[in-house]
Each structure stands twice: as C-alpha cells, then as structure tokens.
C-alpha cells in the first residue's frame, strides 16, 4: 500500500530528521517547518519507528482539504475511508489543534471530526454503538490558515521514549536531540567524545547507540503494533534485522562526567539498560578537573541553564572553564547547548563556528559549535 507518511520533529531538527529519511530510502516530497512528509508503505511506518534518531512521531496522512466551516469538515472527514484502518472495535481519539483558522474552537472541531468518523464506521459495519475496547487510533486534525490536514498517529509514546531511561535527573535533554546533537558534530568512532555535564546520560548514550548502530526504537513498542494493517510478520523481520545490524567491534572512547553522584549511578544503569554501558566511562567530577586526555577530542554537552539565584555564577564558571579548556588545547571542538545568548561575546570572546537556534521542550536555545584546529599527524 503506498502511503504518505509524515515525520513530525522539533523546529530546527528538520535537515537531520530528512537526511534520517533519505537514509532509510524513502522519497520526500515535501520539508516544512517541524515536519517532512515522505513515500512509503506499511514496512515504512515500522521501518521509520525503528530507526529515526531525531524525529517525533511517525504520522499516516489521511487526508488534506480546506475547512471553512464545520459542515466542510464534516463531510470531508467522513469521506475519509476510516474502516481500512480502523476495526470495529478500534479504541480511535481526536485530537485538534487551531492556528488562524476560522473554525477556531478546537472543542467543536474534535466533536464534528469524532462524528464523522462515527457515522462512516457506522455504515461500514452496521453498528450504532462502538466499545472501543481494541486497539488504539490518534486521529489528529491540524487547522493551519483554514486548511486542514488529517493524520493517524502511529507512534504512540513520542519518539524520545527509547526505553532505556528509567532512572533521570532535573531537566534532562530529550533523546530526540541529544542524537541530533551528535549527528550535528564531527564526531566519529575512533575520536574521544567527552561531556562534562552529563546528567543522566543523554547524550553519551545516544552517541554510543549511534556508533554502535543500534536502532533507537529497537528496545519499545509502537501504536501500530496492535494494528490489523500492519501484520505482525513485518514487526518481526525487522526488528530481528535491526539486531543484525548492531555493530559491537567499534572503537567508542566515550568520557561523561557529572558532579552529583546520583546523575551518576542514573547514567550507568541507563546505559546498561541501552546496552552501550562497556564503551561508556562514567565518573564523579568536577567539570573544572576536566583534562585533555589526547589531542583532537571534541566536547558535547548540556550544561545547566541555572534559573535561581547564585546558579548563574556556577553556570558561568562552567562556560569560563570551557573557554579556558579551549584555549589550552586548539585541537579540541566544543558543541554546547544553552539557552544564554551572551556566550559569543561575553564568554568565547568570539562567534561560534556555527550556531543552529532549537529547542529543549519549550526552551529555546542555541547550539553553539567552536571547531578546533585539525592536529598534526
């Protein structure tokens, strides 16, 4: 079955999240702010769950058309042919979401969408009253200047649910773009990847996957899953060649350090649990220990952003020891996010290599990227 199919991601993410895409070899049709839409089939949607690093949710397109009023969204959704997804028991949800559109109550707009698809299950199986004890289906109807975009959520739990942190600290990164970060950079296996305020271990680990080749999704499960669409057979062959497809003789030299012995004992049984604990050195440090094991190392990090009073000073100590670090060894790169824009000048004394502005849930920041000088050979 050929399906449009939609990778949602946080704004910023989108060149990554096409290039993921591309790599699994699929065509794209169209990149947008927060999300590509690309060409697949059933094999897609399991094949894209398993292995986008950086992306949100893996949504079907069902339909696309301009709603002006309730009863244009009405009768446009029931033309939607909701039973070759949905099974008589299917347990199916609306959600809306409104943005300078006339049909702006969002209320109203899950109501009218709900009942269209009820009436068109209704005539399709010959039922007046649904349970809704079987699977589960997110319908969700996006309104962007009075068109309306209908798509079925086949993810479930976002994405960044990879399965292996069971154990965080305050304010982790999400695992979307902790990989993001490490795709973003220049780090390779056979380079020394340090980050100094590792929390509980985001981004050593997603860098360890990524090395490894282990696909982020492999360890969870998905919404269509359960699907009748998508038979059980595809879910198999898959996952089984994601395992073949793990790579265990690399050369990975990864340090993560953190101050508070508690991030600690998190990011090592995190680790474990992603199954990259024995290429991963977790240590109690102060990050103004930190030494330059080599040459040609590069840094990753998320320092703490630092909100309440006195955690300023702390935090820019951090980006002061940094700045020194630097300085003593040219050969080292540093990509850092933080939500501080005064870094460049105040900090560095100079602009980032590259910067790229994303975002932490809802906090904007910037990723700064200094590059060091490549060392003589």
């Known amino acids: 079955m050929k399906l449009e199919l939609i990778a949602t991601s946080t704004f910023g993410l989108e060149a990554v999240v096409k290039r993921e895409i591309e790599s699994l070899g699929y065509k794209i049709i169209k990149s947008e702010d927060a999300k590509i839409t690309y060409i697949g089939d059933e094999r897609a949607i399991v094949k894209s769950n398993l292995w986008l690093r950086c992306a949100d949710r893996v949504l079907v397109k069902m339909g696309e058309f301009e709603a002006l009023e309730f ?10 042919p909701w039973e070759e997804w949905i099974p008589a028991d299917g347990n199916f949800k609306v959600n809306c979401t409104s943005v300078k559109s006339k049909l702006f109550s969002m209320r109203s707009c899950q109501s009218v969408s709900e009942k269209a698809i009820i009436e068109r299950l209704k005539e399709t199986y010959g039922m007046e009253r649904f349970e809704k004890t079987g699977a589960e289906y997110v319908v969700k109807v996006t309104l962007l200047k009075d068109r309306a975009t209908i798509t079925l959520d086949t993810t479930g739990e976002g994405l960044h649910k990879r399965g292996y942190r069971q154990n965080a600290v305050t ?21 020394l990847l340090v980050d100094p305020c590792c929390g509980s271990g985001t981004i050593p680990i997603e860098a360890a996957m990524i090395a490894k080749n282990i696909a982020p999704g492999l360890n969870r499960h998905f919404a269509a ?18 395992f073949q497809e793990i790579q265990d003789d690399k050369d990975i030299r990864i340090q993560a350090y953190d101050i508070n012995p508690a991030a600690i004992e998190a990011a090592e049984e995190n680790a474990a649990d992603a199954g990259v604990d024995d290429c ?71 602009p980032a290599d590259r910067r790229r502005k994303l975002y932490n849930g809802n906090i904007e920041v910037c990723y700064y990227q200094y590059y060091g000088v490549k060392p003589a050979k």
């Open 171 to 191: 304010a982790p990164i999400k695992e979307t773009l902790a990989a993001a970060m490490v795709q973003l950079s220049f780090w390779r296996e056979g380079r």
């Open 71 to 80: 009863e244009e969204l009405f009768q446009n959704m029931k033309g939607i």
């Open 225 to 242: 899953e359960k699907w009748d669409i998508i038979p059980e057979k595809i879910w198999k062959e898959e996952r089984k060649a994601a």
């Open 280 to 350: 991963i050195v977790f240590k109690r440090m102060n990050m103004t220990e930190l030494e330059a094991l080599e040459q040609g190392g590069i840094i990753i990090t998320n320092p703490p952003y630092g909100e309440r009073i006195g955690e300023k000073d702390e935090i820019r100590k951090i980006y002061n020891k940094l700045k020194n670090f630097l300085k003593q060894n040219p050969s080292w790169s540093l990509f850092m996010i933080t939500p501080d824009k005064t870094i460049e000048k105040q900090v560095f004394g100079k």
